[in-house]
């Protein structure tokens, strides 16, 4: 758990001490849930119950814009607001997507004069038109990609890395200046996706010899995934293709398991044989573009669906006021016929079970907080505070929620109240000691 205290709207100050009562109401925004927490009462038990599944996903559409690929970026034109955007906000409702551009280097005879290894069109965005900008600028105009081969993994790895290249002097591609995370802006605890679209293997770095001494290779393409991290999904339209990508595309993890104990990643959904054991999101297209967005869906929806977690817990980085008093594992649900994963004492080890290891996707989840007040005296006006809740899995946010903490006034009478009020987005209760 992620967990930062506010008090009436403002960041309390560095004493922990209460600031005086504001004139007026609280100025506090939105909140999931609120609990009271009278002082040296019971403890508050809190459960959060949640599906092991992104609750952020970011998409980047990486797209080969050569000639050869026409086609197919009409077809991604036409479907990007009909069927793309939706259906895959419809399995993540907060998704954003960005989308990039790549034929090769203007050295003959890789690229013509106008070409280039990596253009970004638009950033990730949850901004549907500046996404259209950026698809319709896709092929205006197409480049000419030279030879055969074009320069992908460099693509891959300005998106991952966002480092720009110079070589020889000579700058290439200008260092990503924007604002998040590789070279795209991909944001922090979001799920990150790079959907390939090409139909030509990617020339290796040594291909260019001194033309681009400084050029990546995939290697550094997969060094720079790795450590975003992203996963990279792939549509590919030829043979050659193919056998370019599927390293990286495994190396990513992005990877699901057979069905039938086949792979449906072939020409409109044929079926081809797992890859030792497993199906690489690597799907043929074809070369008028048809198939194209039933790829990208089932790649995207495969990934978000089997993806597991290594370890899941609720982290936080400070409790100035002491109101955490634990933060357990309680139980987890798993799919027919998945190993439910482990409950464990995460290091430093202090005899609680908070977090879950090997955690396959669709698992159900109960988290359970433990609240007491021991520090902040009932006053004779209510104190209100603000604790962000953030649930992770491997670095992926899976749950977000806020919760109000309310010391309540001293009451002359001493009559209690009705209890606190749970409004959240998942599902759980507020209960005293008894349990959750």
Known sequence: MDASFVRDGSVLPGDGGVSPRPNGPPRLPAADRIVELPYMAPAQLVAFTLTATPAQLDVHFSVDTTGSFGAEIDAMQRDLEERLIPEIRARVADSAFGVSRFEDFPIHPFGDQADLPFRLLSPVTTDVARVRAGVDDLDRPLGSGGDIAEAGFEA?????????????????????????????????????????????????????????????????????????????????????????????????????????????????????????????????????????????????????????????????DTDRLGFIESFEATSATALMGVTPPTRVDSPPTDGVFDAFEDVRGGTELVFTLRLRNVLLRDLDYEQAFRITVRIVGDGVVLAEQTLRIVVPAVSPEGAGDAGPADAGPLDGGVSGDGGP
């Open 156 to 316: 891959l790895f300005q998106i991952a890395s966002g480092a720009g290249l110079t070589s020889a002097g000579r700058e290439w591609i200008a260092p990503f200046a924007g604002t998040g995370l590789g070279g795209v802006g991909f944001r922090e605890g979001a799920l990150h996706a790079i959907v390939h679209i090409t139909d030509a293997p990617a020339h290796a770095a040594s291909d260019y010899g001194a033309a681009v001494a400084d050029a990546h290779s995939e290697a550094d393409a997969r060094a720079a995934l790795a450590e975003l991290p992203a996963f990279v999904l792939a549509a590919v339209g030829s043979a050659e293709a193919r056998s370019s990508l599927q390293a990286l595309v495994v190396g990513s993890g992005a990877v699901v398991p057979p069905v039938g104990g086949q792979c449906l990643t072939g020409l409109n959904g044929a079926a081809r044989p797992p890859e030792g054991g497993q199906c690489p999101l690597l799907f043929d297209i074809a070369s008028d573009g048809t198939g194209l967005s039933d790829a990208i869906l089932d790649a995207i929806t495969g990934l978000v669906e089997t993806l597991s977690y290594r370890h899941v817990r609720a982290e936080f």
